[in-house]
């Protein structure tokens, strides 16, 4: 099956500065890759998302970039603001057959004010 | 639309019991899975359901049940609880393989 790692596993950074998380996937059929972010007690909620035909996508402050030959894909945020205080979980979907998306072990990011 | 609900919130078991953990869903979605939270392991996989009728273990499968009798429903039932149950489960659903999980609320098992 598909093994996803996350690093960090911690990030602080100051309120305005940008944040970035790294995932390596093991098998290079992966094809969907998305990034889900938890509030503390709450139920984690997708924020963006990306295929394996693209190389990068954007949504307001948040991108997505992927790099297939690597197998790494990442998350960035810029102009962190308090509100982007979450664990934040990658995830990576191996096609055929068996619905299985394999998640990462999460990064708790901290936005100091 | 209500999205995913769960039942309940919170539970205490004692070692040896079982009981059944509710969730269902009104967006006609096909794809349901079940995932337990614990900290420093992300989200793993328990069982997961194509469609009505069927259903498939995902990476952690043991000492749990499930069924998929309707679209809407997929409870999942823990047989005989352990301490290593102690976790947060959450549901989810999707409307195919490969797009947005909609996850319910989450049930906060203890098992003691």
């Known amino acids: 099956g598909e093994n996803v790692e996350q690093h960090p596993s911690t990030l602080s950074v100051q309120e305005g500065d940008s944040a970035v998380i790294k995932c390596t996937y093991s098998d290079s059929a992966s094809n969907y890759f998305p990034w889900y972010k938890q509030e503390l007690g709450k139920r984690p909620q997708l924020i963006i998302d990306i295929r394996s035909n693209v190389g990068e996508k954007k949504d307001q402050r948040i991108a997505v970039t992927l790099n297939k030959t690597a197998k790494h894909f990442s998350l960035h945020i810029t102009e962190t603001q308090p509100e982007d205080s979450a664990v934040y979980f990658c995830?990576?979907?191996?096609?055929?057959?068996?619905?299985?998306?394999?998640f990462g072990a999460g990064t708790t990011v901290t936005v100091r004010a | 639309n209500a999205g995913v609900t769960q039942t309940p919130k919170f539970q205490v078991l004692k070692t040896g019991q079982s009981m059944t953990l509710q969730c269902a869903q009104d967006m006609n979605h096909e794809y349901m899975s079940w995932y337990r939270q614990d900290p420093g392991m992300g989200l793993r996989l328990i069982h997961y359901s194509v469609g009505a009728g069927i259903t498939d273990q995902g990476e952690v499968p043991n000492g749990y049940n499930v069924s998929r009798s309707t679209t809407e429903d997929f409870p999942l039932r823990l047989l005989s609880a352990a301490p290593s149950q102690t976790s947060v489960y959450f549901c989810?659903?999707?409307?195919?393989?490969?797009?947005?999980?909609?996850f319910g609320p989450g049930t906060r098992l203890t098992v003691t």
């Open positions: 995830a990576a979907f191996l096609p055929g057959g068996d619905y299985k998306l394999s």
């Open positions: 989810a659903s999707s409307p195919g393989t490969d797009y947005e999980q909609y």
